[in-house]
């Protein structure tokens, strides 16, 4: 029998979740659509989560995450800063760097 290891890892900064796994999704799915609205029908969530998420992300983190057009004649939209394009890098770094540490824990153990 083979055993695997999985652990839930997210960011937080007073307190409060600035990035987790599901964030990330909505991020790169706003980078994707370029579109607050379009990311969150991609990923089944209502626009009001969505919405209510980035604002979050964007209080919490040390520089904008998302920059946010208003609509209008030419439609609005939604961008990843460079920083949020980091910060779903850092993240991602992080969890891949963890589940290596903890299969190697589970290895060295006689399970």
Do not use: H
């Not at 990923?43 to 057009?69: D, F």
């Amino acid at each position: 029998m083979n055993y695997k290891i999985k652990s839930k890892i997210w960011i937080e900064t007073e307190g409060d979740i600035l990035l987790g796994k599901g964030r990330v999704n909505l991020l790169n799915a706003i980078e994707n659509t370029g579109s607050l609205s379009k990311a969150a029908k991609q990923l089944g969530m209502s626009y009001k989560k969505a919405w209510s998420l980035t604002q979050a992300m964007n209080e919490r983190a040390k520089k904008p995450v998302i920059i946010m057009s208003v609509g209008g004649k030419g439609g609005g939209g939604a961008k990843l800063t460079s920083y949020g394009k980091s910060l779903i890098n850092t993240f991602v770094t992080i969890n891949e760097n963890c589940n290596i540490f903890l299969e190697t824990q589970l290895t060295k153990t006689s399970l």
